[in-house]
């Protein structure tokens, strides 16, 4: 038996490590998975890079971060698989929305418009609007600055962006030390639940499967230990599409729901399993099918397009300078290579591409696949931008907002 200690946050979206501990996908592959719990993407980061654990649920920016030297102590990191797509919600107090659209489905269901109200309610407001973000290199502060941006908005500039841990979030919504704030669920959910925000923006409307947490490894113990990297790969992929089967849900909102975990009610997990969205508390619910995914239309699979994007956008927020070598490096974090070596044998549909178009695929596509049929889903920004890695200078001469 191999043990393997990886960190993990309480959100929803740890679900498939917690299924292939408390499942025993991992066990049935000889991996003893001890998974530790952490307060904060820092600490989280920090026993990754320093050795404390061997294995990290991650922020897929993070990993790309830590690689280029942008946060803390470097590290090189690759990420063979992901753990999920989507899964994160923008909300704000009730003071702040009540100058956005009224109907909620609307609201939810145009980010464009949203964006524009959200522009004249910053003006309206009693002070800039603070918003709580998990890590400066999150997909969430990712997400939500190329939202803003999209409308006009200065994220550096009209509001103020504070970093904090998702679980100290709804507390800081009760004291008034913040606005409203974008993550993961279960915190956004509970933070409605509580009367204290609603929905402004889902973040699988902002950019559909859009890509959220990895499986982090330090890229030289991954390269040592090959044999126990695709044992827990392959752990992985099953315990991801056990927790991605509508018959599990319950089974799996009553694991996360433990204080180990998660520690928040089975019920709200559940629904956001389920992609049900209680915009405001009291309202009828949003079914939203691809809130949160783990498993179907290759939702592991590490595009290295994915990095590249990432890497776009820091280069566009200025938060890395833009350099070939920084870009290659930022592609290389993401490992196709290893996820296609763990799995080769266990008949796992993935596709014969590491690269695609992000953006491009608007209604459910089959795609060239290594093993059986494998379709993807919509990937849409709600922009409609298109962004080609290969003509990355290109995507962000079109924002006005890249230096040489």
């Known amino acids: ?31 003893d998975l001890e998974l530790v719990r952490t307060t904060s993407w820092a600490t989280l980061r920090d026993r990754l890079v320093y050795g404390q654990v061997q294995a990290a649920q991650m922020l897929a920016p993070l ?23 989507n899964g994160n919600m923008l909300v704000m107090s009730g003071e702040f929305a009540a100058a956005l659209e009224p109907d909620l489905p609307a609201r939810l269901a145009d980010p464009l418009g949203t964006g524009h109200d959200f522009a004249t309610a910053i003006g309206l407001f009693r002070r800039k609007p603070i918003i709580g973000i998990v890590h400066r290199f999150s997909g969430h502060a990712l997400m939500l600055r190329y939202w803003l941006g999209s409308v006009g908005i200065d994220p550096d500039r009209d509001v103020v962006l504070r970093v904090l841990p998702p679980s100290l979030t709804v507390e800081a919504m009760r004291l008034g030390e913040i606005d409203g704030f974008i993550a993961g669920d279960p915190w956004p959910a509970a933070a409605i639940a509580q009367g204290l925000a609603e ?43 056990w927790c991605d089967d509508p018959a599990n849900r319950g089974e799996l909102a009553a694991l996360l729901a433990r204080d180990a975990y998660v520690g928040e009610p089975a019920e709200l997990i559940e629904a956001s399993l389920a992609g049900i969205v209680i915009p405001r508390a009291s309202a009828p619910a949003i079914l939203q099918p691809d809130f949160l995914l783990f498993h179907r239309e290759a939702t592991a699979f590490p595009w290295r397009s994915q990095a590249l ?6 280069v566009r927020w200025k938060q890395a300078e833009p350099s070939a070598e920084a870009q290659a490096a930022a592609g290389a974090v993401f490992r196709p290579d290893m996820y296609r070596r763990a799995l080769a044998a266990s008949g796992e549909p993935m596709p014969g591409a590491s690269m695609k178009l992000e953006g491009a695929v608007g209604v459910s596509t089959g795609v060239g696949s290594h093993h059986g049929a494998l379709t993807l889903g919509p990937d849409r920004f709600f922009d409609g931008r298109v ?13 006005g907002q890249v230096r040489s």
């Open 1 to 31: 038996m191999t043990t393997i200690r990886a960190a993990f946050l309480p959100l929803t979206d740890s679900a498939v490590l917690v299924a292939a501990r408390e499942k025993g996908f991992a066990e049935a592959q000889s991996i």
């Open 387 to 399: 962004f080609d890695p290969e003509r990355l200078e290109e995507y962000l001469a079109a924002f």
């Open 309 to 314: 994007w990432i890497y776009s956008q820091l």
């Open 199 to 241: 929905a402004v923006a889902i973040g699988a409307r902002i950019w559909q499967r859009g890509v959220e947490k990895v499986l982090a490894l330090r890229t030289d113990w991954m390269e040592a230990h090959a044999d126990t990297v695709d044992r827990l790969l392959l752990a992985l992929a099953q315990a991801a599409r």
């Open 63 to 85: 990993a790309v971060a830590v690689t280029l030297g942008l946060s803390q102590q470097p590290a090189a990191l690759s990420a063979p698989f992901k753990l999920n797509s």
